[in-house]
């Protein structure tokens, strides 16, 4: 913390702290999400960029966006990842992505593999 303004000085906690102010129920979300690729990538490293958490190993290879009224679990290269059910979201050229509204969303299961899968994908 910064004693002169009680802000965090890293950039993660920053952006928590913003969001938590902001918009509390979204930064639950984003928690959540968080705690999820963690779980999955424990060797992850974490990186604030474009407005978000950014996951990378030898490069990037999902990320977490808070929007007005949902959260993004962003995959760099997910046009590669099997996803029979159809989770992910998108017709770029590379990114797909799953849009997460609850906690219930956060916590889904299915997301685990694809988390995997593009951790594999990105070392």
């Known amino acids: 913390m910064n004693k002169d303004t009680d802000l965090p000085q890293d950039p993660l906690q920053a952006l928590l702290h ?4 902001a918009q509390p129920e ?3 979300l984003v928690e959540c999400l968080r705690e999820q690729v ?3 990538c424990p060797m992850a490293s974490e990186t604030v960029k474009y407005g ?3 996951f990378s190993q030898a490069q990037p290879f999902c990320g977490i ?3 007005r009224e949902h959260v993004t679990l962003e995959f760099s290269q997910g046009y590669l990842l099997q996803d029979p059910e159809q989770l ?3 017709g770029g050229k590379f990114r797909r992505h799953r849009k997460v509204r ?4 956060a916590r889904d299961p299915r ?3 694809l988390l995997a899968q593009a951790w594999q994908l990105a070392g």
Do not use: C, H, N, P
């Open 111 to 113: 997301l685990a593999d």
């Open 65 to 67: 966006y808070a929007y």
């Open 38 to 40: 963690l779980k999955v």
């Open 18 to 21: 913003d969001l938590r102010l």
């Open 88 to 90: 992910l979201e998108g």
């Open 102 to 105: 609850t906690l219930d969303d």
């Open 52 to 54: 978000g958490i950014l």
């Open 26 to 28: 979204l930064q639950a």
